[in-house]
Structure formats: structure tokens, C-alpha cells
């Protein structure tokens, strides 16, 4: 399973890379959102982890291109981010945010979120009987 890590921080970028890595993930990071949102189109990514504050395109800017575009609807997003309140939680949702974490983040519920999004996902790939 591939992740795809946007984020500007790139102490917390470096920290989710490796945490994911040691979880077995193929993981590839991009720092800002314009080459987040490229490289999750092209790459097709399982499942992008998101900060929300980025120059340039926010990580919602992202999220909401994303599910505007066909080869975007189907990968999973988690937002990272330190926006904690209710109304940016809902928003993130609104847009098409799979889950939502806040910073700062315990490693441990980081990858467990990370395995439960892409077990969603892996259940959705496998063809059923009533397709062969």
C-alpha cells in the first residue's frame, strides 16, 4: 500500500514518513499543496495524509480538488493538522476527508488510523464472487 505524506513542516513530515515506513508502507512526501495534488492524481496513492496550512494550496484546497476529480474520488485522506475546533473538523469532513487527526499526534494512533483507512480501502479493491 502507497501513502502519500503532504506536508510543509518537514520535521513532521520526516517523523509520518518514518513512522509509516517502519509500519510497511511505500511512502512518497511532497511539502507543499500544489505538488501534493499532482502527485496524488498521477501516483494514485492509497491514501494521503494532509496538513491543512500550507503555502500556497491549503491541504482543504487539495482535499476538495481531489474529490472533484475522477482519478481523486476514491483515495483515502486523513487530515494532520493543528486546527483543533469544531467548525474546521466539519469542514475538513465536508469536503471529503476520510479522518482527522489534530497535532500534536501519538505515533501509535497515527498508523493505526493509517492501517484501518487503507484495510477500508483494500476491502473496496477486492472483486466479489459475483464478479468472476
Not at 11 to 17: A, T
Not at 45 to 59: R, S
Not at 98 to 118: C, H, I, Q, W
Amino acid at each position: 500500500m502507497k501513502v502519500l505524506v503532504v506536508e510543509d513542516d518537514l520535521d513532521i513530515q520526516e517523523l509520518v514518513v518514518s513512522l509509516l515506513s517502519r509500519a510497511g508502507y511505500g511512502v512518497v512526501a511532497e511539502n507543499n499543496g500544489e505538488s501534493g495534488l499532482a502527485a496524488a492524481l498521477t501516483q494514485q496513492p492509497d491514501l494521503v495524509v494532509l496538513d491543512w496550512m500550507m503555502p500556497g494550496l491549503t491541504g482543504l484546497e487539495v482535499c476538495r480538488a481531489m474529490r472533484a476529480d475522477p482519478r481523486g474520488k476514491t483515495i483515502a485522506v486523513l487530515m494532520l493538522t493543528s486546527k483543533a475546533q469544531e467548525a474546521d473538523i466539519d469542514q475538513a469532513f465536508t469536503v471529503g476527508a476520510d479522518d482527522y487527526m489534530v497535532k500534536p499526534f501519538r505515533g501509535r494512533e497515527l498508523v493505526s488510523r493509517v492501517n484501518a483507512l487503507t484495510a477500508k480501502a483494500r476491502r473496496f479493491e477486492t472483486p466479489s464472487a459475483e464478479e468472476h
